[in-house]
């Protein structure tokens, strides 16, 4: 035989293995495919949907700040004001708390503490929000109320005496329920998400980066904050969005905790809704009516757009991480 020859067995194989990767080629890409058409099916769905509602009130019902659905005088303002408030509020607390967590897990205990330690954590993102909210109502509620929100309300008061401002932030009736509450929460809710992907980061970054900062004298600290932190930020930028992402879709813990008014907050004290918790609440209830029905679709497409909006920005800032040359282990997240 001919050397150099292909035998029919071996032409075979590599026909067949040429077989299979054309077949697992094809199969991701209608995977890929399919994904990129149901989130164009819901968008069309609730297009059409809320078809109604947007021939009635256009891009105004967004700026409406009044609901009255008996009425047909329907607004979201105070929806979305709700849902950036309270996830602002838990972005505030949530990301300081969790960067700690990642960080003293990587990068200061052993791995037979980080490990159980880290798993601990990281069971909270896998009890349900209903369990949340039930919580919020029997223990955060009553806690903010005797507690938080009267130290809040002095510490206001005193900043605005030392200062000579009106800043009502946190003013109004304690009653415990409300966007704080909420945004506290939620807070709860993220940690776990943000702190298990910024961990995830900061162990990707190479060893030899802690070394030579701790080569050129740097403390630990400084090595942490220098050499892991700044490469590894990549990761904790979409850990932080993934969690901002929860927090603005989250439905019932939220629900049970921040009162279900129907008005603008002008206070962190104050009850309000989420564009979720509005769903949630009213859907069914105002079903009968069918502009009020499209409006209520039209919520959605809002919360939808909302959301697609973060994961895009969050796409942008990083992509101009990387052209900046910020974090290259986090490139995986």
Same mark, same amino acid.
Request: aromatic fraction near 8%; hydrophobic fraction near 55%; charged fraction near 10%.
């Given at each position: 035989?001919?050397?150099?020859?292909?035998?029919?067995?071996?032409?075979?194989?590599?026909?067949?293995?040429?077989?299979?990767?054309?077949?697992?080629?094809?199969?991701?890409?209608?995977?890929?495919?399919?994904?990129?058409?149901?989130?164009?099916?819901?968008?069309?769905?609730?297009?059409?949907?809320?078809?109604?509602?947007?021939?009635?009130?256009?891009?105004?019902?967004?700026? =409406?700040?009044?609901?009255?659905?008996?009425? =047909?005088?329907?607004?979201?303002?105070?929806?979305?004001?709700?849902?950036?408030?309270?996830?602002?509020?838990?972005?505030?607390?949530?990301?300081?708390?969790?960067?700690?967590?990642?960080?003293?897990?990587?990068?200061?205990?052993?791995?037979?503490?980080?490990?159980?330690?880290?798993?601990?954590?990281?069971?909270?993102?896998?009890?349900?929000?209903?369990?949340?909210?039930?919580?919020?109502?029997?223990?955060?509620?009553?806690?903010?109320?005797?507690?938080?929100?009267?130290?809040?309300?002095?510490?206001?008061?005193?900043?605005?005496?030392?200062?000579?401002?009106?800043?009502?932030?946190?003013?109004?009736?304690?009653?415990?329920?409300?966007?704080?509450?909420?945004?506290?929460?939620?807070?709860?809710?993220?940690?776990?998400?943000?702190?298990?992907?910024?961990?995830?980061?900061?162990?990707?970054?190479?060893?030899?980066?802690?070394?030579?900062?701790?080569?050129?004298?740097?403390?630990?600290?400084?090595?942490?904050?220098?050499?892991?932190?700044?490469?590894?930020?990549?990761?904790?930028?979409?850990?932080?969005?993934?969690?901002?992402?929860?927090?603005?879709?989250?439905?019932?813990?939220?629900?049970?905790?921040?009162?279900?008014? =129907?008005?603008?907050?002008?206070?962190?004290?104050?009850?309000?809704?989420?564009?979720?918790?509005?769903?949630?609440?009213?859907?069914?209830?105002?079903?009968?009516?069918?502009?009020?029905?499209?409006?209520?679709?039209?919520?959605?497409?809002?919360?939808?757009?909302?959301?697609?909006?973060?994961?895009?920005?969050?796409?942008?800032?990083?992509?101009?991480?990387?052209?900046?040359?910020?974090?290259?282990?986090? =490139?995986?997240?």
């Amino acid at each position: 035989m001919l050397r150099g020859a292909r035998t029919p067995g071996r032409t075979f194989s590599s026909r067949l293995r040429r077989a299979l990767d054309l077949g697992f080629m094809g199969l991701t890409l209608a995977v890929a495919v399919g994904i990129l058409a149901l989130l164009t099916a819901f968008v069309l769905v609730l297009i059409h949907g809320a078809q109604l509602s947007i021939a009635r009130f256009g891009i105004s019902l967004l700026g =409406n700040p009044h609901w009255n659905p008996s009425a =047909n005088v329907l607004g979201l303002l105070p929806f979305i004001i709700g849902t950036l408030l309270t996830s602002a509020i838990a972005l505030i607390i949530a990301v300081p708390l969790s960067i700690g967590i990642a960080v003293f897990l990587s990068e200061l205990t052993p791995r037979w503490i980080s490990e159980p330690f880290g798993y601990l954590v990281e069971l909270l993102a896998a009890v349900p929000s209903v369990i949340f909210g039930v919580w919020g109502i029997f223990i955060l509620i009553p806690f903010m109320r005797t507690t938080i929100d009267p130290a809040l309300e002095k510490w206001n008061l005193s900043f605005n005496r030392l200062l000579h401002v009106n800043v009502p932030v946190f003013t109004g009736p304690i009653l415990g329920s409300g966007v704080l509450t909420a945004g506290v929460i939620l807070a709860i809710m993220i940690i776990p998400t943000i702190s298990a992907i910024s961990r995830e980061a900061l162990r990707a970054v190479p060893q030899q980066q802690r070394e030579a900062a701790l080569g050129l004298g740097a403390t630990h600290w400084e090595s942490t904050r220098i050499s892991v932190l700044s490469y590894a930020r990549i990761g904790i930028v979409g850990a932080v969005i993934l969690g901002l992402g929860r927090a603005v879709g989250e439905t019932m813990a939220v629900t049970m905790v921040i009162g279900n008014s =129907n008005f603008i907050p002008r206070s962190l004290f104050d009850q309000g809704q989420t564009i979720a918790s509005l769903i949630a609440n009213d859907f069914l209830s105002e079903y009968s009516s069918p502009l009020a029905a499209s409006a209520f679709i039209e919520a959605a497409l809002v919360l939808l757009v909302i959301t697609l909006a973060i994961n895009v920005g969050a796409r942008i800032l990083v992509w101009r991480l990387v052209a900046r040359g910020g974090g290259g282990g986090a =490139n995986e997240i």
